[in-house]
């Protein structure tokens, strides 16, 4: 879909799953050093329902690209030649996407699925994206190139750090990286939308003029500058979140404490205050 | 061998290599999880009996690709230039996969050889194979050209992995996907030989149109997803049969030791019952 | 700044820090092997003040390309061009390494900040320098863009050093690697500046000439062989400082022990003579 | 050196140093894994000799390279241009080895140098060979660039081989790929002289034919596989020898033993007889 929403909706979907792992990843951060934590019993009912999004989200993505007024209608190939390849190839990144929301699934529902086949699965995912749009932006003017082009280090740099993560899996660090990647890809894609299809009416960009590829270029840093701080702010909430709630759920046990028998007193300490 | 037959050889000795893996593999991980099982006895006999198949295999491939009718015979130079270097490529391709089947065979028959050895040379071979593949196919047309390279994903992917193996050595997920790219490799040699040269009389492709090698770049992934999924259901497959066998072995056991003493039933929860 | 001061700045800039870590990596390796030792109590602190200091030279790096004469002065786009995109980069590879003092900062700071997200952050603003400049070379004579060139190994080199450096903290091999990057980064530039714009009134170079490119390309070898050696250098100087620093600090409390009781020399040992 | 004797020189150098370590690596890995040896005792004199050989090989070809008749005698630049810059280019890459063997002689005699800097230097070395070649064959037939660059695999495989050793020390797998790739190198470099300069009159080969560079493609991994070889023999002969004489020492002590007392014996079991 080339023009301005067959960006926005890539670019809003991978906005909205980098945002959700930019709570995620800390929250589970902070629970993991906390025994007998809540979130810790109910950490797969988690990992579960976005799994179930992810790839809800990616069917939704196949049949838009499919079904869109000037999309293929599941046609691959007729009077001699091939229906609309560039569909179709979106559509395949989407499907990689769907199975790799599908893997996640398995992975936390059925027990006998080795760990870090997710994570594999997500790198394959990623690194089909990149493979696809690689060969995707021949013959096009240089500018169109370039900001596609550049998506590229995103998305490969996302597909070695997740395979990074089938050996060292639940690095905090590798975690919060992909987590910036994710949220770059998703503000990029906002980004060609307006740059190649202006929606409000202003002007076109030259397509040709090396000023625009210079400043395209120092843009993409500055999206990943702003990425790095979302994750960086949203961390920080989640731990001032997180003492704020400690500190009222142990006033609020300590007034149970003077009322009651030391019991609760013992079960809070499990459930809140290992943690610092 | 540039015709059909010449692509279903190879394509076919990577699909049975892959196939028997994606068995293999499954088999040892739920094994390793029995303590005492007879898998795990008899396994240095499997792993030999395969190394000298796929030694077996390769030494085919060396004397088919030097005696077909219009191959080199062995002759490397008469008259001033060299003789059917593309038939020499192909046999030093095979003789690295044999050099690997026998470093396999040496290193479960004799003790000194140290491990890792074995998938040390593994990657050379697949290295060896993307690297005169690489040179292989300059001066083509360009789907001819494409249809190749692209199979150096699988080639260099593999390469990698398999070297990752010789440290991280009986990783499942590594081994899982080294299977799935063999896989790959085995369908799409079918692939390159159905585009390249139509077996059943089916018009020629144009090698110069960008949208089959657009349709190609897309029916790739569709391959390596559907090697994924073979590998996925042999997994579960094997799976599903171990449980089956456990529980039928125990109802048997339970059987005997009806009969019999305790002492049948304590052999059999050395056997089988450590599992899950 | 393409003139002999923009280079001459930033090649200080460079040299400085790597100056600075050459001296104290060492310090850190060496004091590592006492335990409460006075350095490893005040270690933090000197962290933090590097880290200030990185920041400040960075934001004065920004400052210095914005507001030069023929600077941007924050000004992005005026008359439908971009003004002084050159600069612009320029201050964008600043405001990476701000980003990067400014992690470290919070990391010695703030407690609840993941170890080895200084590393990423410092990796990702070499990455940054590395990507930009090579964008930034294309349509320039031959020299000038395999002079920049060059600086790319330094770059990618350290941005690949220190990304390991997550997962392997604290290695001194890879600190020293670093530290020897980033002195081969600041005479580089320092050597880009004589070449570029010669200062004294030498004759400029032929920029088109083989042999120039085929020097030039030796002498960056040189520079590292003489980076290296100034690491070795300061590497050694350290430990023969230590050592002597210990044996009069020893002697010291050898002359107190004498006059005083055996209290002052426990102590003393705690502090310096676990060393060797 | 643009002549035979110009390849045959550095090709005998790796090819002396390659079969070395064919046999030093072998022996050190058996030892190792019998405590007391006398080996382990001497090992650090031996790697000081062979570092010291390694340097003063390196001083000959700097010394080789610059005093040959046509060589540029120490003259950098003379009458407003560069002297012999590809002597000077050799030079250098003979200047990192020596480099390298001088820090492999301070790693083992003095005490405070960190562990895996030899290795790391080492890398260097070879980067630096490898980075130097590749801008060196610029602007040659097509045959001259492609022999020399197949070289870069062998160079840049042995970097990265040799820079997973400073995290990976003393792995006997990883140790043997290096030496393999060396041996690589040796054979190469008496190859690439036989084909650019061929020595006993025989006719010239034709720089442009694509079959001549198929052939060499190909003529590469045969001798690669011939290198494996010549390291997988050695291995087994050092295996052979130390079986001999361990069985022969012991068949001495049973001697000794039934002269004299059990002590001599137990110093016999220490000395040898751990091994497997």
New interface residues.
């Given amino acids: 879909m080339a023009n301005f929403k067959g960006h926005a909706l890539p670019g809003s979907f991978f906005l909205i799953v980098g945002l959700w792992w930019s709570v995620k990843y800390p929250l589970k ?2 629970h993991q050093k906390v025994k007998n934590s809540q979130l810790n019993h109910n950490y797969p009912r988690l990992e579960i329902i976005e799994a179930g999004v992810r790839t809800l989200f990616s069917i939704i993505g196949i049949l838009a690209e499919q079904f869109v007024p000037d999309g293929p209608h599941l046609h691959l190939y007729s009077e001699d ?2 229906v609309k ?2 569909n ?2 979106h559509s ?1 990144m989407y ?2 996407f769907a ?1 790799s929301g599908i893997t996640d699934l398995l992975t936390y529902l059925v027990t ?1 699925v ?1 760990l ?2 997710d994570r ?2 997500m790198a ?1 995912a990623a690194f ?1 994206e990149g ?2 749009f690689y ?1 995707h932006v ?2 096009r003017p240089p500018l169109d190139q370039h900001i596609h082009s550049l998506l590229l ?1 995103a998305v490969f740099g996302g597909a070695i750090s997740v395979s990074l993560e ?3 899996r639940d ?4 975690e ?2 992909r987590t910036s990647l994710i949220i770059l890809q998703g503000t990029w894609f906002w980004q060609i939308g307006f740059v190649l299809f202006p929606p409000f009416g202003t002007p076109e960009w030259d397509q040709k003029d ?6 395209i ?2 843009c993409y ?2 999206h ?2 702003a990425a ?1 701080c979302i994750v960086a702010i949203n961390y920080s909430l989640v ?1 001032c979140l997180l003492t704020r709630l400690k500190r009222y759920r142990n006033g609020e046990v300590i007034g149970i404490q003077k009322l009651k028998s030391g019991h609760t007193c013992h079960t809070a300490l499990l459930d809140g205050s290992d943690e610092e």
């Fill in positions: 951060y902070f030649k091939w390849t560039m179709w190839q395949t499907l990689f199975a006998y080795p870090g086949v594999l699965m394959v089909t493979f696809l060969y021949h013959n280090f089938v050996i060292l690095n905090i660090v590798l919060l990286f090396h000023e625009n590829i210079m400043f270029t120092m840093c500055w990943y500058l790095i731990y």
